[in-house]
């Protein structure tokens, strides 16, 4: 209740108790019998609430604020006993009741001392009343409605103040619920360790996190507005994002895996990530789809290492299967070599059966290197690591090809600033990388040949690597063939397994290095890279 | 002139027996026994000592390594093993006698260039040497 709603009901309220003019008059006659002992009746008050501890609390200012106090009530009880009852009596107390819920003095205490006050009073007039005793029974009746009405303004001011102060207590806990519900998404959306992007239905970007935007590396000013797929997403990719925005838009929901797809994201520093995306509509206040919500998972890392994993439980499979096999080859290119050889005694004064008996041989030490390179390709790698100079190492390749350098004109070139570093690497290992580079290029190249070996030291990231270049002077590696050099069975020769290079780079890989074709030309380049500190 | 040297062979599979004594008769020396199971090839190796043995690993009843190490109790007969798998070196730590593994398949002269170098005496009992046919073959 407003203040001036109760100065407006005043006049009711005073009906309400059965005040009347006369009653004022009373008052005025009891004035004479109680103004002499308002200084006990003020005494016998503040007595009163210093004996209870929950009403001595209010008094803690001491001595000072008792005496002000005092002061307070006397006049307090002067106004009471004078008058007039006008709105600005009204206004003083309804500001006495506002001002007790502002100390947080519970209402019933201001009853209490109202009850006090009550009887002290009452007891002053039956003890000193003098003259006509019906009068001062009219009197008593007058000042206790004067008291009920006093109380009754109090009261509502207080309530009213009250019912004020827990609203704004209550707006306020609700002001700071929210404010630490948003720092807590602000937060989270700002660490989370996945896309949050939200797009109106067209696909306009609205908004999105830091995650985004560290991987796009575009500032969200920048791209408000604009299409999403347009922006984020590699073109072939859009139609399957377009499909899965049209299924979340549009109820009823399809199944879950309707609403997530992969897709590529175009990146700041170009390597493209893969996100899959699930989207969830937005509903606004009518509970039509007003926006898009769409949450990326960088699955990148994830799907390379399932693949690895796939790929090395595949070449597990086919090396127990390898094992299996080369070990019961051997028995039967055993017996092919037994009865091939006793043939070639019985034959041997029929030279065209003896050519015969060559070429099966032949065969059967194809077939015999074949079951090795695949076991060689498929068998787990243990490497033996010994300090070595890589020129040892491809020198002795060099030497290992010497049947297939023989009668032809081959030159090796050695460029080598490495000098006598030493890398922590499988020597045998690595004569065989490079003797199956060395061998490609034998094969490739048309006489006179010349190979060149570049050795130097390289950067790969933040390490230090050695980078050795086999290059040719061959026809070079054919665009489409590029990216099946290191592919099992691949060969462009008409001769061997197409493992070599297969082999050469698990081989490479194994030593925490990489094997690449190069862009150097004329003819093909193989380029070896070795960390420089490979291997415990 | 001295009288050929005895050799014992032993081996599961009659192709391969068949090519071993062949080639082995060819090159002069004198088989003294064919077998067709390891413990065969003890029997007959106890029975008439030889000056060397070529077996097969795997075979009925007793491998190539047993019949081997039971024949180095009583004499240090040198022995070339002729395998599809190659024994794992906890096989050959035990095998207390000179020894020479071939991986399969073996040739004729690859055979006889091992057995020179047995009889030749180059592989001292403690050489530990295994020559296989292909360097992917080192585990």
């Keep these: ?255 879950p895996d309707e609403q997530q797809t992969t897709a590529t994201l175009v990146t700041a520093d170009g390597r493209p990530r893969t996100i899959r995306w699930v989207a969830t509509p937005l509903h606004d206040a009518t509970g039509q789809p007003a926006a898009l919500l769409l949450v990326g998972h960088d699955v990148t890392d994830l799907l390379t290492a399932q693949q690895e994993a796939l790929q090395a439980q595949r070449l597990a499979t086919i090396g127990q299967v390898a094992a299996g096999l080369a070990h019961e080859a051997r028995n039967a290119l055993q017996r092919i070599q037994a009865c091939a050889e006793m043939l070639e005694l019985e034959v041997s004064d029929r030279p065209e059966a003896l050519d015969y008996v060559r070429r099966i041989e032949q065969a059967q030490s194809h077939l015999h290197q074949l079951f090795d390179e695949v076991r060689g390709y498929a068998a787990p790698i243990k490497l033996d690591r010994t300090l070595t100079r890589l020129a040892s190492i491809w020198r002795e390749a060099w030497e290992l090809l010497a049947p297939q350098r023989a009668g032809r004109e081959v030159r090796l070139v050695e460029h080598d600033a490495l000098g006598e570093v030493q890398l922590n690497v499988d020597h045998f290992r690595l004569v065989q990388v490079f003797r199956n580079i060395l061998e490609n290029a034998l094969a490739a190249c048309r006489d006179p040949v010349e190979i060149q070996i570049v050795c130097q030291p390289a950067q790969w990231g933040a390490r230090r690597a050695v980078q050795v270049a086999v290059r040719d002077n061959g026809p070079g590696i054919p665009p489409d063939v590029r990216p099946r050099v290191f592919e099992p069975f691949f060969t462009t020769k008409s001769k061997g397994t197409g493992l070599g290079m297969a082999i050469a780079q698990r081989l490479i890989e194994a030593h925490g290095g990489r094997i690449e074709v190069g862009s150097h030309t004329p003819g093909a380049e193989i380029l070896v890279t070795l960390p420089w500190d490979a291997g415990p | ?31 003294v026994c064919s077998a067709a199971t390891g413990q065969e090839l003890l029997d007959e190796c106890l029975l008439s000592p030889p000056d060397l043995v070529v077996s097969d690993i795997r075979m009925p009843l007793l491998t190539g390594i047993q019949a081997a190490q039971s024949l180095w109790q009583v004499r240090p007969v040198p022995v070339i093993l002729i395998t599809a798998q190659p024994p794992s070196p906890d096989e050959l730590t035990r095998r207390g006698g000179p020894l020479l593994v071939l991986a399969k398949p073996v040739s004729g002269p690859a055979l006889q260039a091992a057995m020179r170098q047995m009889l030749d005496g180059n592989t001292h009992p403690s050489d530990c040497g295994i020559p296989l046919n292909h360097p992917s073959e080192q585990p």
Aim: proline share 5%; charged share 20%; glycine share 4%.
């Design chain 2, 1 to 31: 002139m001295n009288a050929p040297l005895r050799v014992a062979v032993a081996e599961d599979e009659p192709d391969i027996r068949e090519f071993l004594v062949r080639m082995i008769q060819r090159m002069g020396y004198h088989v």
């Design chain 1, 1 to 255: 209740m407003q203040l001036a709603d109760l100065i407006a009901q005043y006049p009711a309220l005073q009906a309400c108790v059965g005040w009347t003019e006369a009653d004022h008059e009373r008052i005025a006659l009891a004035a004479a019998y109680l103004v002499p002992h308002l200084p006990q009746i003020v005494d016998d008050f503040y007595a009163t609430l210093q004996r209870y501890p929950q009403t001595a609390r209010v008094l803690s200012g001491g001595p000072e604020q008792i005496a002000r106090l005092r002061q307070t009530l006397t006049q307090w009880l002067e106004q009471l006993l004078r008058g007039p009852y006008d709105p600005a009596y009204v206004t003083r107390r309804a500001l006495v009741g506002r001002r007790h819920a502002e100390l947080g003095l519970e209402l019933v205490y201001t009853s209490a001392a109202m009850g006090r006050l009550r009887t002290t009073m009452t007891h002053t007039l039956l003890e000193h009343w003098q003259g006509n005793l019906p009068l001062r029974g009219q009197a008593i009746a007058a000042l206790n409605r004067r008291i009920d009405l006093d109380l009754a303004v109090m009261s509502a001011m207080y309530e009213a103040e009250h019912a004020e102060r827990e609203k704004a207590a209550l707006r306020s806990h609700l002001e700071d619920a929210l404010h630490q519900e948003k720092t807590f998404s602000e937060s989270l959306l700002a660490h989370a360790q996945a896309i949050v992007l939200v797009v109106d239905r067209q696909g306009r970007i609205l908004r999105y996190n830091a995650c985004l935007q560290r991987l796009a590396g575009l500032p969200q000013e920048q791209v408000r507005g604009q299409d999403w797929l347009a922006t984020f997403v590699a073109e072939p990719d859009r139609p399957h994002l377009r499909t899965l925005m049209a299924t979340a838009l549009c109820p009823p929901q399809r199944s």
